[in-house]
């Protein structure tokens, strides 16, 4: 809302593996209740920009702030505490537990296993219907449709999805998309970082373009569709 200060923000942001930096001062502004795009291509800086804003990877310069608080060198446990919560490229569920098992890892103090299997099979009801099968079993839907369900059970306010689309058939990933936009009506506020870029506009409030560890463009999905290049982006 106008006033409110942004649920993250970057500024100056610079971060590097090593000797080598990856993030080149990045300014990036993600509102309250938005649901943001992060596009670029591969090694563009997406995937660090997010660990960065989870606390997994410490800035080398600039400030990174949660709701107007400056957080910047905040771990990873303490931006959890703060309800910070990612989904990983790759899901992130555990292959080896069942679905219910794998709920009952997330539970804790925000919620308990009971809250969050009410919450997941009535959004999800073919979970429901797999509670006693292994994650690793299921299809990449399902487990997307879990990995969700994980991160939701513990009431954040703020939610980080890197690569949602990755392996999944173009009707699943519009349907778990179709879900993600759902959440800002809820409060969260949604920060998504994309390859695929057409596949995530449709369902964002602003879009983000990175190139080479730098923002280079921010704006209305519809004004940044229009100059994205398909080499970029994958069409």
């Known amino acids: 809302m106008t006033g409110h200060p942004p649920a993250l923000e970057l500024v100056g ?3 590097a593996y090593g000797d080598i930096e990856v993030l ?3 300014d ?3 509102p309250a209740g938005a ?3 992060l596009l670029g291509p591969n090694g563009a800086g997406k995937s660090t920009t997010m660990k960065v804003l989870n606390g997994q990877v410490p800035l080398t310069a600039g400030r990174l702030r949660l709701a107007g608080r400056d957080v910047t060198g905040i771990s990873a446990v303490a ?3 703060l309800g910070v919560c990612t989904i990983p490229e790759g899901r992130g569920v ?6 219910r098992e794998n709920l009952l890892v997330s539970a804790g103090r925000r919620a308990t296993l009971t809250q969050m299997e009410e919450a997941a099979y009535a959004r999800f009801p073919r979970l429901g219907d797999r509670r006693n099968q292994l994650a690793g079993s299921m299809s990449g839907g399902e487990q997307q449709m879990l990995a969700l369900s994980r991160a939701l059970g513990t009431h954040p306010s703020v939610l980080l999805l890197d690569e949602l689309s990755m392996g999944l058939a173009p009707m699943v990933v519009t349907e778990m998309y179709a879900v993600v936009a759902g959440l800002a009506a809820e409060g969260i506020t949604v920060l998504l970082a994309e390859q695929f870029a057409r596949i995530v ?3 964002a409030d602003t879009a983000v373009l990175m190139v080479n560890g ?10 940044l569709e229009e100059a994205l290049s398909t080499t970029y982006l994958g069409g």
């Open 13 to 15: 942001a610079h971060a």
């Open 24 to 26: 080149h001062g990045v």
């Open 28 to 30: 990036l502004r993600v």
């Open 35 to 37: 649901v943001v795009a």
């Open 79 to 81: 931006a959890a505490d």
């Open 94 to 99: 555990f292959a080896n537990l069942t679905v």
């Open 201 to 203: 506009l449709p369902f």
């Open 214 to 223: 730098r923002v280079v463009r921010t704006g209305a999905p519809a004004d």
